[in-house]
Each structure stands twice: as structure tokens, then as C-alpha cells.
């Protein structure tokens, strides 16, 4: 009689996460104040806005853009407001920093956007290798958003996992 394999991992009910999922599903692109400066690195307010009113804005249509100045300047606040106010209507989002700190942002907003329901007294792997590298900070925030509802939260893979909460049992 033939040996009947049975998978253990798949009968488990365990749901496994891949944070993978939660990154930006598009490419953000960086607008570099550093583009509108004086030798790179003085704003002349003048020159500055008149290049601003200037800007062809095509290329942030319907794209997520990040603000950011990748030269040591000092570029005063409403500079960026201003260029942020000119993109605004053409794009899906505006961010400031760099384009992993606009990922970084956008993957723990779309972490905090889950729906908890689904998780409610489940037990749920958080894998743990993937092909691209999730920041540690989407691991403590979806750690704090299913801890108060999940049954139990491991890391790595359904077949080898690092425990990290189970809820106590109910005393009776």
C-alpha cells in the first residue's frame, strides 16, 4: 500500500503574510530641488519661481514624487511647499526625502490600512526571507497592528517559525 503524505503546513490554518505585498506597486520618482538652484546651491526666490512656473510637469503625471535636495543646501521650507503646490493637481501623492523614505511611508500606510477583521484570532506567520528587503519598521508596525486581535504571531516560514505573541488562554 502507498504511503499517503499529508501537508501539516497547509492543514495548520496558519495564514502567512509576505510584507512584500504592502510595497508601493510603483516606481516613485524624485524631484530634486538641487535642479533649481543657484550652482546647485543657493535658491534665488526670483529665479526659482519664475523656473518653477516653468516646469513642464508631464513626466509627474499620475506618479508618486518625492521632493528632496540631494546637494548640502539650505532650502527654506515654502520652497518646497511651493513645488509641492505646483505638482499637486497632476499627481497621485507628493512625499519629501528620499525615494526610501517615501517607500518606507507608503509601505506602513498600506500596513496600518489592513483589515484587521480577516486576522481575528488567526494564527499568522510573518515571512521572513523574500526577494526584496522589508525595512524592520514594517515588522514592529504590523506586529502592533495584529497583536490585540491575532491568536498567535510567528516569523519566518508556516514550516519553521520563531514564535513571537500567542494570546493567553481564557481562565475558566
Known amino acids: 500500500m502507498a504511503e499517503v503524505f499529508v501537508n501539516k503546513v497547509a492543514e495548520s490554518g496558519i495564514i502567512t503574510i509576505n510584507l512584500e505585498d504592502f510595497l508601493p506597486g510603483e516606481d516613485i520618482i524624485a524631484f530634486d530641488m538641487k535642479e533649481y538652484l543657484f550652482m546647485g546651491l543657493i535658491l534665488k526666490e526670483k529665479e526659482f519661481r519664475e523656473a518653477i512656473k ?16 540631494t546637494t548640502d ?12 503646490s505646483i505638482l499637486k493637481p497632476v499627481v497621485k ?13 507608503i509601505l506602513l ?9 480577516q486576522y481575528t484570532d488567526q494564527r499568522i506567520v ?9 525595512p524592520e519598521a514594517a ?13 498567535s504571531i510567528m516569523y519566518g516560514e508556516p514550516c519553521s517559525t520563531v514564535p513571537v505573541f500567542k494570546k493567553p488562554m481564557a481562565k475558566r
Open 109 to 117: 500606510a498600506n500596513i496600518k490600512a489592513i483589515d484587521e477583521c
Open 73 to 84: 543646501a539650505i532650502v527654506p521650507v515654502w520652497a518646497y511647499m511651493l513645488v509641492a
Open 54 to 69: 516653468q516646469l513642464d510637469i508631464s513626466p509627474y503625471q499620475n506618479r508618486i514624487v518625492t521632493l528632496t535636495c
Open 93 to 105: 501623492e507628493v512625499l519629501f526625502g528620499q525615494i526610501k523614505d517615501a517607500e518606507l511611508k
Open 139 to 151: 515588522y514592529v508596525e504590523i506586529t502592533q497592528k495584529l497583536r490585540p486581535i491575532a491568536k
Open 126 to 134: 510573518i515571512k521572513g526571507c523574500g526577494e526584496k528587503a522589508i
